[in-house]
């Protein structure tokens, strides 16, 4: 099963594709999200990076979105749950990336919200984590709204981290 569509109030949550590359360029190479990057973000890179999460053997239920506004079908963002190649521990990571342009309306928080949800939900994961770098403020924020809890620090994307985790009971 490759991961559904999933429809909030103001998203589509989609499969990433091919031609979700020069949006997600745009989007990580703007300096709010840049910042937390350990690398240069390149054309070339961020294509490799959709091969690579598009080739990738996931489990059922778990892969990589792309979220696009319901009313204008703009993509507004990206997001991504399936196993956690960084810890190494075989739990799942979700992670998520808004356009600055986006940002402080709830949308990463909706969109991660129904995220959880088929998690827990559809796939039935027992815990989800998130890694978060230590500056990105809001999306600590969004991690605590979600009910993630931290669990411990450490050095993952080549940056410091805080590894937040949520159970599917809380």
Do not use: K
């Not at 910042?35 to 996931?58: I, K, Q, S, Y």
């Amino acid at each position: 099963m490759p991961v559904p569509e999933l429809l909030t109030p103001r998203l589509r949550l989609r499969p990433l594709t091919p031609a979700d590359a020069d949006p997600l360029y745009e989007l990580l190479r703007h300096p709010d999200a840049a910042r937390f990057l350990p690398f240069p973000v390149t054309r070339e890179l961020v294509r490799d990076h959709v091969e690579e999460l598009l080739a990738a053997d996931n489990p059922d239920g778990l892969g990589s979105y792309s979220w696009e506004d319901r009313e204008t079908g703009e993509f507004v963002g990206h997001g991504d749950l399936r196993p956690c190649e960084e810890t190494g521990d075989g739990r799942v990571e979700m992670g998520w990336y808004l356009l600055s342009a986006r940002q402080g309306r709830g949308l990463a928080t909706e969109a991660a919200r129904a995220v959880l949800d088929h998690a827990y939900g559809t796939v039935g994961v027992d815990q989800v984590i998130a890694l978060v770098h230590e500056e990105n403020e809001p999306s600590v924020r969004i991690a605590r709204r979600l009910g993630f809890v931290e669990e411990s620090r450490g050095t993952y994307y080549g940056g410091p981290h805080i590894l937040f985790a949520r159970s599917g009971d809380d």
